[in-house]
């Protein structure tokens, strides 16, 4: 078995997913015995490449051309194949992007491989690896074992594993020029979609209280917006919240939303789904209510609160407004 992790770049700027990836796999030919090497597609991408022969890989593989310039399914699905096979890798690990979900699929169908998507952990059972995925937003761990010869794919969530044990070393820059022809590419990129500018910058609070599900009705929010008032914090939410447009999108905290490192996070009638802790589990100090004592929050949080928020918080903000 050898390992290929395939970075993201866009305008020649690193997703950060891809260094949990990049991690993850340097982990995995540890534990596997084998080596990892990493591809980067683009065009103009040698200082990325060269950024990459810094880290422990047994090889870097700089894909270079100018149907690669902008991303498109087909170019990045037949550009891929051709660096599989010149890696001769068996398994390829990609950061589950909305770009990764888009094409891998398509990669995988037309080698007829597997593909195992939204990867959260593995562990090596008799030298046999097994990935851990979950079903059912959440409420279900699944075990995944690849029973076809590799190359296979798995595509890794975000927070999954630890961008900053990525290990520093020396590898050689490989130049692969794809053989890519403009008609087979379908589609054409437009303009790319821009985010209006964020009003809250939740990635730069100190304090903030996020509330979930367990508010119940959009009229309740008052209740914890007054007790995020009274701490000075900012007032964020988990996406069922966002989703049913109880509070805008931009308090969203997870991994379809901010990510967030203040000194204290206070979850409110949150469960503590994994999507959701990806977002928020840098906080220094995790506080959670939840009247559910078994709620997957208190797995992460400092302090405790097991009882309804409808009779904690109102306590709270009397407490605070007193002090
Ligand atoms: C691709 C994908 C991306 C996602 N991205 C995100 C994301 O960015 N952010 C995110 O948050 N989620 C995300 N999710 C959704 C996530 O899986 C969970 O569904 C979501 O986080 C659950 O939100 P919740 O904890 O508010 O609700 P629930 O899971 O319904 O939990 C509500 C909690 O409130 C408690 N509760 C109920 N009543 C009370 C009460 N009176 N007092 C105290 N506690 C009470 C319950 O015990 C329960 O634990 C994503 C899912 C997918 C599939």
């Not at 194949?81 to 589950?96: C, D, E």
């Not at 761990?141 to 961008?163: C, K």
Request: net charge negative.
């Amino acid at each position: 078995m050898s390992i290929l992790v395939v970075m993201e770049q866009r305008g020649g700027e690193w997703n950060r997913m891809s260094w949990e990836t990049l991690a993850a796999a340097q982990q995995l030919a540890g534990e596997l015995n084998t080596t990892a090497s990493a591809a980067v597609l683009g065009q103009g991408i040698d200082a990325l490449a060269a950024e990459l022969g810094g880290k422990q890989l047994a090889k870097v593989y700089a894909v270079n051309h100018e149907l690669l310039k902008e991303y498109t399914p087909d170019a990045y699905a037949a550009a891929l194949r051709q660096t599989v096979a010149i890696s001769g890798a068996t398994l390829v690990l990609f950061p589950h992007t909305y770009q990764v979900r888009d094409y891998l699929p398509k990669l995988a169908t037309s080698l007829g491989k597997v593909a195992v998507s939204d990867v959260i952990s593995h562990r090596v059972e008799n030298g046999q690896l097994v990935l851990v995925r979950q079903l059912f937003q959440g409420k279900v761990n699944a075990d995944t074992r690849f029973a076809v010869d590799g190359p296979n794919f798995a595509s890794l969530q975000a927070g999954a594993y630890r961008a900053d044990l990525v290990k520093a070393g020396a590898a050689a820059v490989e130049k692969v020029a794809p053989e890519l022809q403009a008609t087979e590419i379908r589609t054409k990129p437009e303009d790319r979609f821009r985010e209006s500018a964020r009003a809250v910058d939740l990635g730069a609070a100190e304090l903030i209280v996020a509330v979930g599900r367990g508010i119940k009705e959009s009229e309740n929010i008052a209740l914890v917006q007054e007790l995020a008032t009274a701490m000075g914090a900012e007032l964020a939410a988990s996406r069922p919240i966002c989703d049913a447009g109880w509070l805008p999108m931009e308090r969203q905290v997870g991994s379809s939303g901010q990510t967030v490192a203040p000194k204290m996070y206070m979850a409110i009638g949150i469960s503590g789904a994994i999507q959701h802790l990806v977002g928020m589990k840098g906080a220094r100090t995790i506080v959670a209510i939840n009247k559910d004592a078994n709620a997957p929050i208190f797995e992460v949080a400092d302090y405790g609160i097991v009882g309804d928020l409808f009779e904690v918080v109102p306590e709270l903000i009397a407490a605070f407004k007193q002090r």
